[in-house]
């Protein structure tokens, strides 16, 4: 099995900043694009932004210039920096991965893993 873990979420006021951790643990061979995602209530989940294997990354237009993504291939882990975070970012942030697991060699199996969630609060 493969799994993601979400850490770092928590209560921040308007214009402060946070932290989010997401680790890949389980029968890992590789993994591909790595990504956060959001959903506020009442509201579809969106996309904040992606990194590919080689480091190349994307964000959502609400988040340019405040929010950054990296990744730790060794520790198989992602981050999103926020900064600058306004009311409008409050949300559950997921975790997402695109995962080549290994249950037993030679078979490789593609996954899209989800993590569970944490809630990002932001106070005005």
């Known amino acids: 099995q493969v799994q993601l873990v979400e850490s770092g979420g928590g209560l921040v006021q308007a214009g402060g900043s946070l932290r989010l951790s997401c680790e890949a643990s389980g029968s890992i061979f590789s993994i591909n694009a790595m990504g956060w995602y959001r959903q506020a209530p009442g509201e579809q989940r969106e996309l904040v932004a992606g990194?590919?294997?080689?480091?190349?990354?994307k964000n959502a237009d609400s988040v340019k210039g405040r929010f950054t993504i990296s990744r730790d291939n060794a520790k198989n882990t992602v981050y999103l920096h926020m900064h600058s975070l306004k009311p409008a970012d409050a949300a559950v942030y997921y975790c997402?991965?695109?995962?080549?697991?290994?249950?037993?060699?030679?078979?490789?199996?593609?996954?899209?893993?989800w993590g569970h969630g944490t809630l990002v609060t932001v106070s005005s």
């Open positions: 997402a991965a695109g995962v080549v697991a290994c249950y037993g060699p030679p078979t490789l199996t593609d996954l899209g893993v």
């Open positions: 990194v590919r294997s080689g480091g190349s990354t």
